[in-house]
């Protein structure tokens, strides 16, 4: 692509574009004239209470975004957020995954999976300055890291004080920044109503991050606390959580061009990352997880043969589907629009910049510096990669889970290593007892063998000799017909036994954990020291990058770290292919077009007599003269958005995000406003089929709908 061509590309992806940037609520009030213009109503200032609505009606599930659209505690999220609990509650001869689940009454809602939470926003604020107390330029290595961690770890126990508080520190623009979140965190989360598998989940694998799309992709929790209104564990005794504020669905007509912003979670993207980064992941680390998600997948549909298996692994499969096919529309991306070429571009502007006379002393070196790195980085990221794939194991990784704790357990609580404090010991509790339905044997020890021989693959210097050396002197067959950490009782009573019962255990898994721990450690603190300079490197580097965009008037959003984020823009469609364009709303039409006899097409006979009644008096769009089911936006978001509301210029509820679309699978390196799309789920048809299928008229009078 010529140099011209570049930097007009690279101009037209600034924030300029009211569709691009995950922005920090505080950024809100200086964004108002964009946001007005864009259509908002509310006054921009609101983005920035988190105290108030609509912010504070958004909620985070630890993974998935989701939000309050009741004042009785009742959530919205997508369908395969709530995946987990839908699986974990479903066995043979009760199929929610494929059947649905409605509760009718609060009596009827189910617990949800071990591990569910419900995170309510309290507030963000900025502690750059005791985050990086004893933190100078200088200090580099595992030093940097340990010093980081122990500030962390201190502000968050004083955060923390208060019972039911769960307090995050996160980084942004590269650690020249840093921000507590601060949140309630709900421990008794039940499930209220999901549709069936075969309208939350309709298209499968064949639809997913494609256009047009049909899907019903929401579900229903509610969140619970004690009598006192506090978070408590689940108990007959708890009362539904009463937010600050709850979404009101829209009753106006959402069209193509109106207003609308997104808020939510946003897991992590890699847009200020440099072109040698660009390279090292697309040309190697990408391939490598994006055949090693697929070849688990295949493993995992291969070896499922009952029902009973088909349950178990539906959620861990659905994942690695997932993941695995954005990783390849991601790369097949990046080589159609020359993502390299571009980023070098991009550092070629700043590096012109960097290199005069005023700037040269403070940011010349900047990108050679941090680029230095990429080669050894690149490495550990490959061997963490393979290595990672030993964690299916889900028995190996919980006796290694379970080692480390008892061995943290032997320190003060604050020095020992986050995940293994305290406050993680739930944590770690609901994670063993997932693993109870998410397990079979034989299925297991597939997954086992296949990441020994990945791992067999790499370098003697990044692996567990001692582990596979282990491995080995027991045999396969004695390490699963012999141990004991299939049982939920058995594994469970491991957290309260000193570092003397490991070491003496004659449980094979147990065994295992204690053979690689030695080096388990040693590999940790080489991936320490690594981290420390790199991050010491990163700084100079954002300062470069924020000075620059300064100099030009540009206002700047930190790349997504997790934390609570808005972003807005318009509904719209967009050109294709040559010939071919997207329209902004699927319909009903569309459902009865793809509906077959077979998986993933197999609409319920309920749905699709709806349908071809036009039974949709309650839920149709006036523009559109039929029922909306999903519509896109120029909206900028990531993994983590998953069950984000959507709301319009009036801060009422529109829709609820769940997907991209694989051409703009980009979004997560280079924003390109012509491709980005963000697909949701439309409040419409969400009514409909609350009312015309599930004939849920409890949840539709406490939705307001009705």
């Not at 994006?290 to 349950?311: G, K």
């Not at 550990?380 to 889900?394: G, W």
């Not at 049982?487 to 469970?492: E, G, N, T």
Request: proline share 5%.
């Amino acid at each position: 692509m010529p140099r011209a061509a570049l930097l007009a590309a690279l101009l037209a992806a600034t924030p300029a574009l009211a569709s691009e940037g995950m922005w920090m609520p505080s950024q809100a009030p200086a964004l108002a004239r964009q946001l007005k213009a864009a259509g908002l109503k509310l006054p921009p200032e609101k983005l920035a209470n988190l105290k108030a609505a609509p912010m504070s009606a958004i909620a985070s599930l630890g993974g998935c975004s989701a939000s309050f659209v009741s004042p009785q505690g009742l959530v919205a999220t997508n369908h395969h957020c709530a995946y987990g609990s839908i699986q974990f509650n479903s066995a043979p001869g009760r199929d929610l995954i494929t059947d649905g689940f409605l509760a009718r009454t609060m009596a009827e809602e189910l617990p949800a999976a071990p591990g569910s939470r419900v995170f309510v926003i309290d507030s963000l604020d900025n502690v750059t300055k005791e985050m990086l107390a004893g933190v100078p330029p200088t200090l580099t290595g595992a030093a940097r890291i340990r010093k980081l961690e122990a500030n962390r770890k201190a502000l968050i126990a004083a955060c923390e004080k208060v019972p039911g508080t769960r307090c995050d520190i996160r980084a942004y623009f590269g650690g020249s920044e840093y921000w507590r979140q601060t949140m309630l965190e709900i421990r008794d989360v039940r499930l209220v109503m999901a549709p069936a598998g075969s309208i939350g989940n309709f298209g499968g694998e064949i639809d997913n991050w494609q256009w047009p799309r049909h899907t019903g992709d929401f579900a229903f929790y509610r969140a619970y606390v004690g009598p006192d209104g506090r978070p408590a564990a689940f108990s007959k005794d708890n009362v539904p959580y009463r937010p600050r504020a709850s979404l009101k669905f829209s009753g106006g007509d959402l069209k193509a061009g109106d207003f609308v912003l997104i808020a939510g979670f946003p897991g992590v993207t890699e847009r200020y990352r440099t072109a040698a980064e660009a390279r090292a992941w697309f040309d190697d680390l990408y391939p490598l997880q994006q055949r090693l998600l697929a070849d688990y997948s295949a493993l995992i549909e291969a070896r499922t043969r009952t029902d009973a298996e088909r349950i178990a692994y539906a959620s861990i499969l659905k994942g690695s589907d997932n993941f695995k096919k954005k990783i390849a529309g991601q790369i097949a991306i990046a080589r159609q629009e020359n993502l390299v070429a571009r980023k070098e571009e991009q550092g070629r502007v700043l590096g012109e910049w960097a290199a005069l006379p005023a700037n040269r002393r403070t940011h010349a070196l900047a990108i050679s510096s941090y680029d230095s790195l990429i080669p050894e980085s690149l490495a550990a990221e490959r061997a963490s990669l393979v290595n990672a794939t030993l964690s299916r194991a889900q028995l190996l990784a919980a006796a290694r889970t379970l080692y480390r704790w008892a061995n943290e357990q032997q320190k003060p609580d604050a020095e020992r290593e986050p995940g293994f404090q305290e406050r993680d010991r739930q944590t770690i509790v609901d994670r063993l007892t997932a693993i109870q339905r998410r397990y079979v044997p034989a299925i297991d020890r597939a997954i086992f063998e296949q990441a020994l021989g990945e791992v067999a693959k790499l370098p003697e210097g990044s692996r567990n000799l001692a582990l596979e050396g282990k491995v080995r002197e027991l045999g396969m067959d004695r390490i699963y017909a012999q141990t004991k950490l299939g049982i939920l009782d058995d594994r469970l009573a491991w957290l309260d036994r000193p570092v003397e019962a490991f070491a003496g255990s004659d449980d094979p898994f147990i065994q295992l954990a204690v053979a690689a721990y030695a080096a388990d450690m040693l590999a940790e603190e080489r991936r320490r020291d690594l981290n420390g300079r790199l991050d010491a490197a990163r700084l100079p580097y954002m300062a470069a990058v924020r000075a620059h965009a300064a100099s030009e008037g540009r206002l700047l959003y930190p790349d997504a770290n997790g934390s609570l984020r808005f972003t807005f823009g318009r509904v719209d469609g967009r050109k294709a292919a040559d010939g071919l364009s997207w329209a902004p709303f699927t319909t009903a039409a569309g459902i009865l077009a793809k509906t077959t006899d077979r998986e993933p097409f197999d609409s319920p006979a309920r749905l699709v007599s709806a349908l071809r009644a036009q039974d949709w008096a309650c839920c149709a769009s006036a523009a559109l003269g039929t029922l909306p089911v999903n519509f896109l936006s120029t909206t900028d978001i990531t993994n983590g958005n998953s069950g984000s509301a959507v709301l319009n210029a009036d801060g009422e509820l529109v829709g609820l995000a769940f997907d991209g679309t694989l051409e703009g699978m980009l979004s997560d390196w280079w924003f390109d406003a012509a491709t980005v799309r963000t697909i949701s789920v439309d409040a419409r048809y969400i009514r409909f089929v609350l009312e015309k299928v599930d004939g849920a008229d409890a949840l539709l009078t406490e939705l307001g709908v009705r």
